[in-house]
């Protein structure tokens, strides 16, 4: 449950979830994720740093440039949590109005 909550931690933040939709199937350097994200580069590598601490981000380096992807096993994570709660949707125990007279 650790992992998880350090995973959800990590996405509670606007421009980390920018980053991680940035990077839905594709690898970009570090270059082009401050150039769409408008953000400073110490911002951007700051928002790097978490999501690559939350296993939810890999790097290779290339030359002077790093690269990032989306660690899809650690993301599945996620969907799996989110998967075990989804499959008692029917099960929700619905709120039946009280009648005034209840009261």
């Not at 790097?48 to 992807?69: H, N, P, S």
């Amino acid at each position: 449950m650790k992992k998880v909550a350090s995973i959800y931690k990590a996405l509670g933040d606007e421009t980390r979830l920018e980053i991680i939709k940035m990077l839905c199937g594709k690898e970009l350097c570090v270059c082009d994720i401050i150039d769409a994200c408008d953000k400073s580069q110490p911002a951007i590598s700051h928002h790097l740093k978490i999501l690559k601490q939350a296993g939810l981000l890999e790097d290779r380096r290339d030359g002077k440039w790093i690269f990032y992807r989306i660690s899809y096993e650690n993301l599945k994570i996620v969907k799996d949590f989110l998967c075990s709660i989804m499959k008692h949707e029917n099960e929700l125990v619905r709120c039946v109005p009280c009648s005034p007279n209840r009261m």
